[in-house]
């Protein structure tokens, strides 16, 4: 699963230019599982994927959505709406609800989520969440062959999680700004069913290189493509 939202601006919680010049590439997660399930279709791996894209737009203008606004999500969980700039975990809400409706395996989402994940890990590594000490494990196994770096990030601070808590709603779409990256995989968590091993990549920072390091050329470095290819070949076995 990959956020794909195909620009950015923020919304009416409207980013300052420069924050803007990049955000076609807000849709690096979806791109990257399209090009792992065309893999995995040209191997011909024994194993059966399904792929979901959250798809949209973010932009000002007479139909948008607004600061305060409460939601309803698939699983009929609402949500109040504290900063419309935190879009990508509204839109991964509902496919993690369609996701494990189809009751898999395992679940695995991709997203340009979060610019703290950027801040805490850098340009070059991933933030791993998961709900399945296993899965993660799995995860960090198979990345470790694939020279993608991960580091997995904790989900355990109740202090973190009640920053998501609402007057008006089930929850809130966002906290505060510190540990902002594990109170967004915290979001995501609520849309997950209990018992369904799930992961969660926050690839913000290391989608795009400013400069040739390792195997990634200057630009788009479809990180993650290889990890999760790598772990679909394991599981087939």
């Known amino acids: 699963m990959g956020k794909g939202i ?4 923020g919304g009416l919680d409207l980013k300052p230019s420069d924050f803007m010049l990049t955000m076609k590439g807000d849709k690096t997660g979806a791109c ?3 090009g792992v399930i065309k893999s995995i279709a040209e191997m011909k791996l024994p194993i059966k994927v399904s792929l979901f894209i959250a798809a949209a737009e973010n932009m000002p203008g007479g139909e948008s959505y607004h600061p305060d606004d409460i ?11 504290n900063n419309t ?4 975990r509204l839109t991964l809400a509902d496919a993690l609800c369609l996701a ?3 009751k898999p395996d395992l679940v695995i989402d991709i997203a340009t989520l979060t610019g703290a994940c950027a801040v805490a890990l ?3 590594m991933c933030g791993l969440f998961s709900n399945n000490d296993k899965l993660a494990e799995q995860i960090l196994s198979v990345s470790a062959k694939t020279g993608e770096a991960f580091w997995r990030l904790p989900m355990t601070d109740k202090h973190l999680k009640k920053q998501l ?3 008006f709603a089930d929850l809130s779409n966002c906290g505060e700004r510190y540990g902002g990256a594990i109170t967004a995989a915290l979001f995501l968590q609520e849309f997950v069913t209990e018992g369904t091993p799930w992961a969660h990549f926050d690839i913000a ?5 400013k400069s040739p390091y390792d195997y990634s050329a200057c630009g788009a470095t479809a990180f993650g493509a290889r990890t999760i290819f790598a772990l679909a070949n394991e599981l087939a076995k």
């Open 122 to 124: 850098g340009s070059t």
């Open 32 to 34: 990257i599982v399209l």
């Open 6 to 9: 195909t620009f950015d601006s």
């Open 205 to 209: 920072g290391a989608d795009f290189a």
């Open 165 to 167: 808590e609402s007057k």
């Open 71 to 81: 939601l309803t999500a698939r699983n009929g969980k609402t949500i109040e709406v």
């Open 100 to 102: 494990c409706e189809q």
């Open 85 to 88: 700039d935190a879009e990508g």
